[in-house]
Nanobody, 115 residues
């Protein structure tokens, strides 16, 4: 298993939840990391990415509410989700990407936000 995601679960609207994803050191040290999500009946969409240099990018729907970070000592990328909305309900996938040529996906973790 190259990527393993943790976290997810059920949270009320307005609440917070954190996800983490651990990668092998050989991947984490050179790959950009990110999170994507897929809601039922919808296409997978960008949540957030972070480069090896720490530059971040967020999907428009989560800007200002979610943060992404990475810890090289733990080979782990984190997604902190605040002010959650029911429309954030989805399966969240961890992603590792190297120059758009090589890519790995985690197994997905379900986040459910109740209204």
């Amino acid at each position: 298993v190259q990527l393993q995601a943790f976290g997810g679960g059920l949270v009320q609207a307005g609440g917070s939840l954190g996800l983490s994803c651990t990668a092998s050191r050989s991947i984490f040290s050179i790959y950009d990391m990110g999170w994507y999500r897929q809601a039922p009946g919808k296409q997978r969409e960008l949540v957030a990415t972070i480069t090896t240099a720490g530059a971040t990018n967020f999907g428009d729907s989560v800007k200002g509410r979610f943060t992404i970070s990475r810890d090289y000592a733990k080979n782990t990328v984190y997604l902190q989700m605040n002010s959650l909305k029911p429309e954030d309900t989805a399966v969240y996938y961890c992603n590792a990407n190297y120059r758009a040529r090589y890519e790995y996906w985690g197994q997905g973790t379900l986040v459910t936000v109740s209204s």
